[in-house]
């Protein structure tokens, strides 16, 4: 049997990317160009207030990084005709009504054109204001579903979300969804349109008192923080995407194919388009940028602590791997990837990397805030099932000829040479330059 191709699966389609200027978003945009340059057209939604805004955010946090350094010596001095052929910046806002795209033209032109959505939309922040995550992570993905059941011939809708929307949950987790409403703490159901009424009242009843903006943006982040804890989630970014799951897989039955991508901690990239890009502080490099800072002496952590770490690389492979596979299914089912490796893909911390961070002082602020943050990620007892994974790369390997160029099997990384000759380097190079 003659085997299919990824890349040629690619060849003339359009693609929505949601959250554009995001890190996974910007390696996903990069690979597409660089593997498939015959793909038709990205639309890329930034949240911008206009066509010109969102080109500069284009030029400056997309096109501009260094991340594209390996189409720069491709193309050369034609790069930017090529980039400005393929890639059309969309103005908008997940958070709202139709993406808020205002532009009705292209709104039509992107509802007759594409054929696969992707959404890296996210705030990511632990302690995000709730009515900014809600906007973001739970109501955003109702916004981009709604948006994509308008669209004529989409063939897949690919959600990034995040394994720890499991909470602190211990014991082996599956790929599953979670049943809407359902709380990980005793029987009260979660209304989300209560949730967003409840938010509402709060910012009116905050604004008529004319508190002052930083007072607004700490009531809301204890109010998440609050929230999530009363339902059995850890911190306010884990429970608004755990949410946004909800209404997905919930309103998406039997209408859009969905895929949901699950991935762990997401580190530095580990061979594409070169190793070691990575872009701001990421999970738990919080602690490792502190030590590097000599700001952090001490943090508790579980001295057995196995750390569930997977390259940005790898996560993009795993979902391009996913959508193609999706778009060539008849069901329209959701399937759920916890991208990640068992036992094998892990980082030991019962070895310390001592020797690497030297002359620390002690920091107690933010040493106690990193505690708190990090907490359920550095004593977490949960176990990842990786079916569904597993059976994607089987999958990969018997019908695609092109499957190793879009390797997401962490087996193959030797994990304490990637921390320490890959991870912490591009760390040092392109975050705390």
């Known amino acids: 049997m003659e085997l299919g191709s990824i890349t040629e699966f690619l060849n003339n389609k359009s693609i929505l990317v949601i959250g554009a200027a995001g890190f996974l978003a910007k390696i996903f945009v990069e690979k597409i160009l660089r593997v498939q340059p015959k793909v038709k057209k990205l639309y890329l939604l930034l949240r911008a207030v206009d066509t010109k ?13 260094a991340l594209f350094d390996v189409l720069r010596e491709q193309h050369g001095a034609s790069l930017y005709s090529f980039v400005y052929e393929k890639l059309t910046p969309v103005p908008g806002d997940i958070s709202c009504v139709d993406l808020g795209i205002r532009d009705s033209l292209l709104k039509d032109q992107i509802w007759n054109e594409i054929d696969t959505v992707i959404n890296f ?33 989409v ?139 000599g700001k952090l002496k001490h943090f508790p952590f579980n001295p057995k602590l196995t750390v569930d770490v997977i390259p940005a690389d790898m996560v993009i492979n795993a979902l391009i791997m996913a959508m193609v596979e999706c778009a060539n299914r008849s069901t329209t089912s959701e399937i759920i990837y916890h991208v990640f490796h068992l036992a094998i893909n892990t980082v030991s911390y019962q070895k ?21 943050l990090y907490k359920p990620y550095v004593f977490f007892k949960g176990i990842f099932d990786d079916a569904n ?14 499957a190793d160029a879009f390797n997401f099997d962490p087996t193959c990384v030797n994990w304490e040479a990637y921390m320490i000759n890959i991870h912490f380097p591009g760390l040092v190079k392109y975050v705390l330059k």
């Open 352 to 372: 310390p990397y001592n020797d690497k961070y030297t002359a620390l002082n002690r920091n107690l602020k933010l040493g106690m805030r990193l505690a708190e």
């Open 53 to 65: 805004s969102a080109e500069e955010r284009l030029h400056n946090e997309v096109i501009g990084m």
């Open 155 to 293: 063939k897949v809708l690919v959600h990034v979300s995040t394994a720890y929307v499991c909470g602190e949950d211990a014991g082996l987790i599956q790929e599953k969804p979670f049943p809407l409403g359902k709380s990980k703490k005793g029987t009260e159901m979660i209304d989300i349109d209560m949730e967003k009424i409840l938010v509402e009242e709060k910012l009116t009843n905050l604004h008529s008192e004319h508190a002052e903006e930083s007072a607004i943006t700490s009531y809301m982040k204890d109010y998440g923080s609050k929230r999530a804890r009363m339902f059995g989630w850890p911190n306010t970014y884990v429970f608004t995407k755990a949410m946004g799951e909800m209404l997905l897989v919930h309103y998406s039955r039997d209408t859009v194919p969905l895929v949901i991508i699950r991935p762990t901690m997401v580190t530095s990239t580990y061979q594409e388009p070169f190793p070691g890009w990575i872009e701001g502080v990421r999970t738990i490099d919080g602690v490792a940028v502190g030590y590097a800072k």
């Open 389 to 402: 994974s597993e059976k994607l790369q089987i999958a990969a390997r018997e019908t695609y000829s092109d």
């Open 121 to 153: 939309a996210a705030t990511t922040n632990f302690d995000e204001r709730y009515d900014v995550a809600l906007g973001i992570n739970t109501l955003g993905p109702l916004h981009l579903l709604n948006f994509v059941k308008k669209c004529n011939n």
